[in-house]
């Protein structure tokens, strides 16, 4: 199933790559944007983005495994997230064959990281804490009620959730923060950054239409490729993906879906998409001006999500606490715990920094268990509130619009 599935997407991409001579086509000045997503050279696409798509579907499995109590070990699970090419990781034989890993890409962009190794290990191992903590504090207690300060299970309406002793649902927190520290920091602060898309030749060798070694693309064109299948990396249409928006994935394109859901916000993933097509055919045009100024639309409304997805739940598990609804409160604590660390990967234009910083970050997170000795369990409303308070003040929209988000 999951090799017929990696085998479908990547021909979805290749089919989708590839442009009519008819399609309807708009024009920006010198640069001819398209419909869709779809870019061509001498007849053949130059879109690429399958090692994006690797990942995306290696975070699925990984995702998957942190509840397959019967399969799963740390050891196992490690070596999923740190994958090395031909261990036999995965379920999908696809995946196990290829060179790439989530570990590796895990807060390791050039703008945030690449002088900043302290930090990305010491991120890398807090993901690494995750896998251990479902392992080691909540596999032994799966099958018993969770109560303040010892790990089990709760219930949520007609799914259980596995929380360790202060509350944490580990799965969640881990996939949460990996659409910060994967997709937002390769996206946002790598391969749409000035430094990677102008290093060394690229201009040069874009602006003589100079391919890489056996492709169809220039290097500038494939980083940027490699930025839009961090977000559309598993769309069915890749060429279109709004078509089918927030059903693609677990990770930032659910949630873009669930933004733009709602009537605050539903312009956002037209104006992302739209952004990227007009960055991709601005590279085509040797326009770097109208590039660089879709990079900082992108950035800037990838960072309004994560800010936005953090607040709403955050505000859902003040609501559910309040009603003692408890599993559903943690589920929701959990995943707002996860968008607030994946705030560290958000990119301030004007700044060219994070629109928080790792202190702000940290601050955040601690103040989330710092209410008593259990952790969520102990969680006052007002410490949701001041939180949820400080991340919309860095954007134009207010927690209450935030919070109604689907």
Known sequence: MKKMFFTAIIGSLIFASCSSDDEPITETSNIEVPSNYTFERDGQSTVDFSGQTTRILMAEEILNSFTDFENTTVISLQAMYAHQEGDLDFSDPALNTSDKSVRSKTAASQDYFSANTTEAAAIRNLFDSYITGQINEVFP????????????????????????????????????????????????????????????????????????????????????DEAYGYLYGTSVNAANPNATIGSDDS?????????????????????????????????????????????????????????????????????????????????????????????RFTRNQDTGSSFFSRSEVDGFTSALLADGPNGFWDLEPSTLDSIAEAIAAKFDFTVAQAASAN
């Open 141 to 224: 207690n799966k099958d018993v009620l969770a109560v303040a300060g010892s790990a089990g299970q709760l219930a949520d309406g007609t799914k259980t959730r596995y929380v360790n002793g202060k509350g944490l649902v580990y799965n969640q927190m881990f996939a949460k923060s990996l659409i910060g520290a994967l997709m937002a920091d390769q996206m946002l602060n790598n391969y749409l950054s000035v430094s990677v898309l102008d290093d060394a030749n690229k201009v040069a060798d874009n602006d003589n239409g100079i391919t890489e070694d056996g492709e169809t693309f220039t290097t500038m064109e494939h980083n940027w």
């Open 251 to 343: 990770f930032l394109n659910n949630y873009l879906g669930s933004v733009n859901a709602d009537p605050d916000f539903s312009t956002i993933a037209a104006d992302i998409f739209n952004a990227f097509k007009l960055g991709r055919a601005a590279i085509v045009a040797k326009d770097y001006a109208v590039r660089d100024a879709q990079a900082a639309i992108i950035r800037q409304k990838i960072s309004e999500v994560i800010a936005i997805r953090s607040i709403y739940y955050l505000q859902q598990g003040k609501n559910r606490l309040a009603n003692a609804e408890y599993g559903a409160a943690f589920q929701n604590l959990s995943e707002g715990y996860g968008f607030v660390s994946s705030l």
